[in-house]
């Protein structure tokens, strides 16, 4: 078996320590010699040859964090690695995985190329906004699901005449599967953009009345969405509202929107980390580390990953 060894880029560094201390061992040694005009070269300060060298680093803006991966992925097949993983815990660029207007770009499709082209041999992420991603590699992916501690989260709260909802209609499959699991009605939001981040008019198609209401989405950028769902379904009469998504983006006005908006609590997970300067006293953060230490283990020793999924 050859030996395991755990890096990280540095936007994800904080994250990659819980995995590694979760997994039994320590990360790795490694620098990055920036120059003045913003150029960067990442470099393994230990010998990696032969190893199975797991590279951390989600790839939240600004775009230096994908390309820091793409150059550690680089460096790691040049000091005769013997395989190279990619855990992106949040893979960015998700959202543009399809045509959906005349001469844009497919950046999600690019982005495997790019990590592919740069010699990984298997990717590890969470919550891929598109399940179809899976399918623009040509390599193995390992899809991980957030509903492995969302679920255990949201029944230590013990909440009574609990709805769950989607935000959108791309949301409906996640929303069906834990209102199925946790045996809760499911309401779903219908919303028109104006522009990219930009809601128009919204509708709830549901009963929310007297009803808690916990909104699942895959990530939060400018918030404007999961805030203005959360104030109609008060205005509708709903008893509380809270959201649990994935990847906290926030961009822009993302945290007053959320401490403004009629939202109780939002149950976040450390994929992204939130900004300290900002009020965050309505946040719950959940850690990933455990998930993809444990699911780094079984890939590691040719185990199956199936039976870790809730569903």
């Known amino acids: 078996m050859h030996t395991i060894k755990f890096f990280s880029g540095r936007a994800s560094r904080y994250l990659a320590e819980n995995i590694a201390k979760s997994y039994g061992t320590e990360l790795g040694s490694s620098t990055v010699l920036d120059f003045s005009d913003g150029e960067f070269q990442p470099a393994f300060n230990e010998s990696i040859r032969g190893c199975t060298v797991f590279l951390i680093q ?18 790691a097949k040049r000091a005769s690695a013997h395989r190279v993983v990619a855990v992106i815990p949040y893979f960015g660029w998700a959202r543009q995985d399809r045509k959906d207007r005349p001469r844009v770009s497919i950046g999600a499709k690019m982005v495997a190329n790019m990590l592919k082209a740069a010699g990984v041999e298997r990717i590890m992420t969470m919550d891929l906004h598109a399940d179809q991603i899976q399918g623009f590699f040509d390599i193995p992916v390992d899809h991980l699901y957030a509903s492995g501690i969302f679920v255990p989260y949201i ?9 769950i909802a989607a935000p959108d209609m791309g949301g409906a499959k996640r929303a069906n599967a834990y209102s199925k699991y ?14 990219a981040n930009v809601v128009g008019s919204m ?26 769902a959360a104030d109609i379904m008060m205005d509708k009469g709903a008893k ?27 149950i976040v997970t450390d994929t ?40």
């Not at 989600?58 to 460096?75: H, R």
């Not at 994935?246 to 609590?265: M, Q, V, W």
């Not at 900004?275 to 959940?286: A, G, R, T, Y």
């Not at 699911?295 to 569903?311: A, G």
């Open 155 to 163: 029944k230590s709260l013990n909440i009574e005449d609990l709805a």
């Open 203 to 228: 509708t709830v198609i549901g009963d929310v009345k007297d009803k808690n209401v916990i909104i699942l989405d895959d990530m939060i950028d400018t918030a404007g969405t999961i805030t203005k």
């Open 182 to 195: 946790l045996d809760a009605p499911m309401v779903v939001c219908h919303k028109q953009r104006e522009k």
């Open 272 to 311: 992204i980390p939130l900004k300290q300067s900002e009020d965050i006293s309505k946040f719950k953060v959940l850690s990933v580390a455990d998930i993809f230490a444990d699911v780094i283990n079984r890939v590691y020793n040719y185990k199956e990953i199936s039976s870790r999924f809730i569903f």
């Open 240 to 266: 509380s509202v809270r959201a649990a998504v994935t990847h906290p983006i926030l961009s822009g006005p993302a945290y007053d929107r959320i401490n403004a908006s009629a939202l109780k609590e939002v």
């Open 58 to 75: 989600s790839t939240f803006p600004p775009v230096d964090n994908l390309f820091e991966l793409l150059l550690m992925i680089d460096a």
